[in-house]
């Protein structure tokens, strides 16, 4: 059994698996996208414990005792920080990479 923390919530789980595919399927966590499923593009960026990963290639066995935040968990400040940062600076895609970007920014 691996047990780990997304977003601040604890989560055990047997099977493992891909992360992306945890976030996605089970949790319902979508702002993760997958893109290249080989760690290259980092559009499925998150953090994990405190340093940015490519949630495609990250199995949940390796996740035991970590703490994983996407970007869902981001606070409403940084939701409102990163939004005018990219906007400003004419940072705007449609929207596939950018939760990766703003992971990676953070």
């Not at 994983?68 to 449609?94: H, M, N, P, S």
Request: hydrophobic fraction near 35%; charge should be neutral; glycine fraction near 12%.
């Amino acid at each position: 059994m691996y047990r780990f923390q997304v977003n601040g919530t604890y989560h055990e789980v047997q099977e493992d698996q891909r992360l992306i595919d945890f976030l996605r399927a089970d949790l319902k966590l979508t702002g993760t996208k997958e893109g290249c499923s080989a760690g290259a593009c980092g559009t499925c960026t998150v953090i994990i414990d405190g340093k940015k990963a490519k949630a495609c290639v990250s199995k949940l066995s390796q996740l035991d005792g970590k703490s994983i935040i996407t970007i869902e968990g981001l606070t409403d400040r940084e939701k409102a920080v990163y939004t005018y940062a990219f906007g400003e600076c004419g940072a705007v895609q449609c929207g596939f990479c950018i939760p990766g970007m703003i992971i990676s920014a953070k």
